[in-house]
Nanobody, 122 residues
Framework: QVQLVESGGGLVQAGDSLRVSCTMS????????MGWFRQAPGKEREFVAA?????YYADSVKGRFAISRGSAKNTVYLQMESLKSEDTAVYYC??????????????????WGQGTQVTVSQ
């Protein structure tokens, strides 16, 4: 089956930047929607960003985060700018055949990575 692997997480200070990456392997459709979600301790997993034919962002990260695909289309990046303490979470990448209208729903994605920790200190 399809496998997703995240990388690039770490510890940064508030106001800093960080880029996390996700690489997909195995048999997959080139038209798969690729998404980023995050989950903080004691909270539910929430939508961050996604890309298929265009990009989509949660209101909380709009203007600060940018999602993009690599040239081979098997890699997706999340560039995070002006990080805040509330951005601290485990960040997960996901893939699936997801319609734009429900692109922010975790249950609509078939494949998930193991996550990468992003910690923002004050």
């Amino acid at each position: 089956q399809v496998q997703l692997v995240e990388s690039g997480g770490g510890l940064v200070q508030a106001g800093d930047s960080l880029r996390v990456s996700c690489t997909m392997s195995g048999r997959a459709f080139s038209s798969y929607t690729m998404g980023w979600f995050r989950q903080a301790p004691g909270k539910e997993r929430e939508f961050v960003a996604a890309i298929i034919w265009r990009t989509y962002y949660a209101d909380s990260v709009k203007g600060r985060f940018a999602i993009s695909r690599g040239s081979a289309k098997n890699t997706v990046y999340l560039q995070m700018e002006s990080l805040k303490s509330e951005d601290t979470a485990v960040y997960y990448c996901a893939a699936g055949q997801v319609a734009p209208a429900v692109i922010d729903s975790p249950g609509n994605y078939n494949y998930w990575g193991q996550g990468t920790q992003v910690t923002v200190s004050q």
